[in-house]
């Protein structure tokens, strides 16, 4: 097919309604994704303390790190994507995200370790911004809840299945062989996006007015929004509450519950089941009710969970702190794309900065929180649940306080 006929197949096809197929592009094109990078090596955690020489609060500091490095380069990437258009900010993320990956699977010392992670955080960055921006781009009203509800699938899977591949890979290679992996991944993603994905920024705006505002505007914009902030901290309290689970349970799972990597893998796959009900039943109830009010049932049942993990889950019984966690997650899945939505949905002309202030709240705040948790020793699942149980009182405050579920926003 010629090159201009291609092109304009490709534009036909992301201006149908075919939410399956922009979803697939999305979701395999627009990665790395924030879950395979901070997840993936979470099995392989004790062994690179133990290689390298580092405490168990050294390597907490290294998924901190990222999601700090994620959250800026989501700064920086959302509004040059609205700018600039969607395509030359993700293939610039993505190059760095290639490089640091293949400094991290050669780093001697954890201070170089480290640094690759900021770098590797920074170049993912643009996955899930560009992601969400070209899902305002081409979609708004119930297309936006369909599209926003896959993507959401994958970025909440992602969390829950990489520490199975991860797991299988340092079995069979060593824990430097998943950051090559993660390398060679990169490449892949960087081949077919410059091959595959067009630019979607002026296919809402034709005539070119959606990037005269100025990067100050859009900030404006968003920040005025007072649904937006309430949305964008609930999703960060969440993710908060979440990181805090990553980051324990490689100790927790496998040191107190005395669970193999294998196994402890296993946990998180079948933590996956509970992500697909319920995002995926999200996906069709906000369709008919509106997210504020599915948060409102969401959120206090998360918090049940939680409290009944500092009340019965004694150490001895690790079947019942993961059947909780299960729980946990399963309502944890409800909110993401309800919160998407809220976010997105009254800012079309800055999706990209939109995006990219939602995830700065939800990596920045999980990376800069994060140390809290590792002032305790792990010893039990209580600190954990203790952390988490806070993180998910903030959310219900901001539901409450911002969000104002009894107020339903207009459907756009």
Known sequence: MPPVAATATAIGRLMSPDCDTWSSILNQRTEPNPGRIIDLYLPALPAMAQAL???????????????????????????????????????????????ASALVAASPT???????????????????????AIARDLYGGPPLVVLLSKLALVTGLAPIIAPVVGAQIQQLSGWRAIFAVLTG??????????????ETSRLRFPDGHAVVLTYRARYIAVFRDRRFWGAALIGGMNFTALFAYLASSPFLVQTVFGFAPAQF??????????????????????????????????????????????????????????????LYITFGGLCVPCVQLIALRDHARQSGTAASVLGILNYGLAGLLSPILGLFPITSAAPMSAYMLTATCVSIGALMYLLRPWQPAQRQ
């Open 185 to 198: 991944f990169s490449l892949i993603v960087l081949v077919a996006l410059a091959a595959t994905v067009p």
């Open 110 to 132: 954890i201070t170089l370790l480290l640094l690759g992670r900021v770098l590797q955080g920074f170049g993912a960055a643009a996955g899930v911004v560009v992601a969400l």
């Open 53 to 99: 020489d580092a405490s168990a609060a050294q390597m907490q500091w290294t998924l901190a790190g990222t999601t700090v490095g994620f959250a800026a380069g989501q700064a920086v990437v959302g509004p040059l994507s609205d700018r600039h258009g969607r395509r030359r900010p993700l293939l610039a993320s993505i190059t760095l995200h290639l490089f």
């Open 265 to 326: 893998g296993l946990v998180f796959a079948a933590n996956s089941v509970g992500v697909v009900i319920g995002i995926q039943s999200a996906a069709r109830l906000a369709q008919r009710i509106d997210p504020q009010r599915i948060l409102l049932v969401a959120l206090p049942l998360m918090a049940a969970a939680l409290v009944s993990i500092l009340v019965w889950g004694h150490n001895d019984n690790p079947a019942f702190v993961l059947g909780s966690v299960f």
